[in-house]
């Protein structure tokens, strides 16, 4: 039987950064039940558009992480970006995102509704759901206006379910003075006010983490099958693997049925995501990076602008569509309302679609409450206890970015490789 000391499930961001991390001297094997690297950061390169599996683009707040993967692919390949993320709000009109930071770009009479409700929300008792949060904190008129319709699509979900700290710090959260002090001094600033993205799509990035590990320590097109926590050893499609420790980064729901764990009934949801790449003839709205619809008559809740951030002569699109976890999709159908919308919202006028790609995210957003993260916390310290470390969004079962992914990794091998050594 092969054996091998550190064991990594899924040759995603968080997957790769651990081995990365581990180096190439270290006694480590990847295993990936797709036929390529890359997780939900792959990149499709189709009739001249570069796209990937949604949008990612990378907000770094170390500048170590970044300076190193920056190495790997040549300064040249990267652009940096200062973010221009708006929300639509009618067929010629535009509000800055945050919406709540912004409410003094709305027509008048909205306007005086906002802030008035604002002023004299009821927010003395403490909110039990993100809902709640949101009335609270915010009143009614920007709660129903923007926070309340457009988490509702995102989330595809009841916002009731969720726990108050649901986005953690990735959630925009403004006092009354900061919003007031915003209508003559404009501060939109938020955790990515900056973001960079390669030529090449977000794949370079993986490629980047990669290139510290040995080819042939990858194997693609292997999936995990069962862990035998006792033993200590991985079955998957091709073979049985002992193991020091596992690192996995598979949805947490997916790593505690291989492991032969319980999954109670109700506690971890999910929603999924349709992404459509398109891409058509001739420009569109410039300079614009991302928007978000919170309307309920729009099927989609963000569209983002790839022209607008790699500087090429023809719109090229990301539309994200949410759907609850047991949704049937009808992609063909889906496509023609998108379609549809992109005319009804004014993005598209008589282009033509020249080029398109769609892909499911699933899970998409977990769906962060109270009982999950509990549940969660027992199983993982029942699990470490085994040698096998949960890490990622998905592992994690949280709200989070890439380059926590790539942060959460290398403290776990530092953490490890101490052990060992």
């Avoid at 108050?164 to 002090?181: K, T």
């Avoid at 490629?207 to 194997?219: F, N, S, T």
């Avoid at 091709?238 to 032969?260: D, K, M, Q, T, W």
């Avoid at 951030?309 to 049937?328: D, K, N, Q, W």
Wanted: aromatic share 12%; proline share 3%; hydrophobic share 40%.
């Amino acid at each position: 039987m092969e054996r091998v000391r550190f064991l990594v499930v899924g040759a995603g961001i968080s997957g790769l950064a651990f081995a990365d991390r581990v180096g190439l001297g270290e006694d480590v094997l990847v295993l990936e039940a797709d036929r390529e690297i890359g997780g939900y950061c792959k990149t499709i390169v189709k009739d001249g558009f570069v796209w990937d599996y949604s949008g990612h683009f990378f907000h770094f707040k170390h500048e170590d992480i970044e300076a190193d993967l920056v190495s790997r692919m040549g300064a040249d390949t990267v652009r940096t970006v200062q973010k221009d993320s708006r929300i639509h709000w009618g067929k010629d009109r535009w509000i800055d995102f945050p919406f709540q930071k912004n409410i003094h770009q709305l027509p008048h009479a909205e306007f005086l509704e906002c802030l008035h409700d604002l002023h004299f929300r009821e927010g003395g008792q403490s909110s039990t759901n993100f809902e709640e949060m949101l009335y609270a904190r915010f009143g009614r008129g920007i709660a129903e206006r923007f926070l309340v319709p457009y988490n509702e699509k995102l989330y595809a979900t009841n916002l009731k379910t969720l726990d108050v700290d649901a986005m953690g710090r990735f959630f925009p959260h403004a006092n009354e003075d900061e919003i007031l002090r915003n209508f003559t001094h404009p501060e939109n600033a938020s955790y990515n006010a900056t973001f960079t993205y390669p030529a090449g799509g977000a794949i370079q990035y993986v490629h980047a983490l990669a290139q510290g590990v040995l080819p042939e320590r990858i194997a693609l097109s292997e999936k995990l099958v069962r862990l035998d926590l006792k033993r200590k050893i991985a079955i998957t499609t091709e073979r049985e693997i002992a193991f020091e420790h596992a690192i996995s980064s598979a949805p947490f729901v997916n790593l505690l049925e291989i492991a032969g764990l319980e999954v109670p009934e109700g506690v971890y949801s999910w929603n999924r995501v349709l992404v459509f790449n398109l891409g058509f003839d001739r420009k569109g709205p410039d300079g614009i990076h991302w928007a978000y619809f919170p309307q309920r008559d729009v099927s989609f809740y963000r569209v983002g602008f790839y022209d607008n951030i790699l500087g090429t002569p023809r719109m090229s699109l990301y539309v994200e569509l949410g759907f609850a976890r047991g949704a049937e999709i009808d992609v063909e159908a889906c496509r023609a309302r998108v379609l549809e919308d992109l005319a009804k919202t004014g993005i598209t006028t008589s282009h033509q679609l020249v080029a398109s790609h769609s892909v499911v995210m699933d899970p998409a957003y977990v769906h962060i409450t109270r009982a999950a993260m509990n549940d969660h916390a027992d199983k993982k310290r029942l699990l470490e206890s085994r040698g096998v470390h949960t890490i990622g969004r998905y592992g994690g079962w949280t709200y989070c970015s890439i380059e926590d992914n790539i942060v959460e990794a290398r403290a776990l091998a530092d953490s490890l490789l101490r052990i060992w050594r």
